[in-house]
Nanobody, 116 residues
C-alpha cells in the first residue's frame, strides 16, 4: 500500500499578503489521524507551523497564531493552511505531513517567499 502526499499553493507574496497552501493524501487508507504543516527557512531547522490531531485538536507555533489557520477536508483527504498577514520571516519551504492507518508521509514541499 503506497501512501502519496502532494502539496502546492506556494508562491511569492508581499508583506501583509495572503496565501493558501493545500495538501492531498492518496492511497488505500481507511483513516487519517494527523495532519501537520512544517516549514524550513534557509539555514534553519524544520519547525512545526500547525497541526491537526484527529480533527479535534489544532496547535500553532506562537509565531503564526492568529494569522494562520489549518483546516482539513475529510471527504477529500486534504488539508489546507490559510496564511494571512504574511511577514518576511514566514519565508521558507512548507512541508505537509500526514499520518494514516497505512503509514506516515511527508509532502515534497512548496516554496513560500514573502517580500518586504
Amino acid at each position: 500500500q503506497v501512501l502519496m502526499v502532494e502539496s502546492g499553493g506556494g508562491g511569492l507574496v508581499q508583506t501583509g499578503g495572503s496565501l493558501t497552501l493545500s495538501c492531498a493524501a492518496s492511497g488505500r487508507m481507511f483513516s487519517i489521524s494527523n495532519w501537520g504543516w512544517y516549514r524550513q527557512a534557509p539555514g534553519k531547522q524544520r519547525e512545526m507551523v500547525a497541526t491537526d490531531i484527529s480533527g479535534g485538536t489544532t496547535t500553532y507555533a506562537d509565531s503564526v497564531k492568529g494569522r494562520f489557520t489549518i483546516t482539513r477536508d475529510n471527504a477529500r483527504d486534504m488539508v489546507y493552511l490559510q496564511m494571512s498577514s504574511l511577514k518576511p520571516e514566514d519565508t521558507g519551504v512548507y512541508y505537509c505531513f500526514v499520518r494514516t492507518n497505512i503509514g506516515s508521509q511527508w509532502g515534497q514541499g512548496t516554496q513560500v517567499t514573502v517580500s518586504s
